[in-house]
């Protein structure tokens, strides 16, 4: 069964399982989630945060389909953001819902909704492996993201 975002609306009622963190000359991401599942869904979130001005005014008229292998968990989370990050940059292709399914530390399947913004808020270079580990803690997993931008 897929695990599905939640609706725009209710962002502002529930945690939104990211915050956006200073870092020299780069930005960073602390996610968290209840399991992987939920930290790349929240990654990704946030990093659209990053990105785009108004992710509301984002159509939802184009659907992709992928699938990534990683050889550890910090690995597809680098994977992950880098593939969304890809489409913002070659195409300002920003996806704004997502199916994700067989998620395990390794393999991930998704199916990502979403559309054409006509500008950017930030152009992410790379997204990178400084100083991340995905941590498990009482409440789930969190990980910190360095973004090159």
């Given at each position: 069964?897929?695990?599905?975002?939640?609706?725009?609306?209710?962002?502002?009622?529930?945690?939104?399982?990211?915050?956006?963190?200073?870092?020299?000359?780069?930005?960073?991401?602390?996610?968290?989630?209840?399991?992987?599942?939920?930290?790349?869904?929240?990654?990704?979130?946030?990093?659209?945060?990053?990105?785009?001005?108004?992710?509301?005014?984002?159509?939802?008229?184009?659907?992709?389909?992928?699938?990534?292998?990683?050889?550890?968990?910090?690995?597809?989370?680098?994977?992950?953001?880098?593939?969304?990050?890809?489409?913002?940059?070659?195409?300002?292709?920003?996806?704004?819902?997502?199916?994700?399914?067989?998620?395990?530390?390794?393999?991930?399947?998704?199916?990502?909704?979403?559309?054409?913004?006509?500008?950017?808020?930030?152009?992410?270079?790379?997204?990178?492996y400084h100083n991340l580990k995905i941590v498990e803690t009482k409440?789930?997993?969190?990980?910190?993201?360095?973004?090159?931008?």
């Open positions: 069964m897929p695990t599905k975002s939640l609706p725009e609306s209710f962002h502002t009622f529930y945690d939104p399982g990211f915050e956006e963190m200073e870092h020299t000359a780069d930005c960073a991401l602390h996610v968290w989630g209840q399991n992987l599942n939920e930290l790349l869904l929240n990654a990704a979130r946030g990093m659209n945060s990053l990105i785009a001005f108004d992710l509301s005014s984002i159509p939802d008229n184009i659907e992709k389909h992928f699938e990534l292998a990683a050889i550890d968990a910090e690995s597809l989370l680098v994977e992950w953001l880098s593939e969304l990050a890809y489409w913002a940059e070659t195409q300002m292709l920003i996806f704004r819902r997502f199916d994700l399914y067989n998620v395990t530390p390794t393999h991930l399947q998704a199916v990502m909704h979403g559309g054409h913004a006509s500008r950017l808020k930030r152009h992410i270079k790379a997204v990178t409440k789930g997993v969190e990980a910190t993201v360095v973004l090159d931008v």
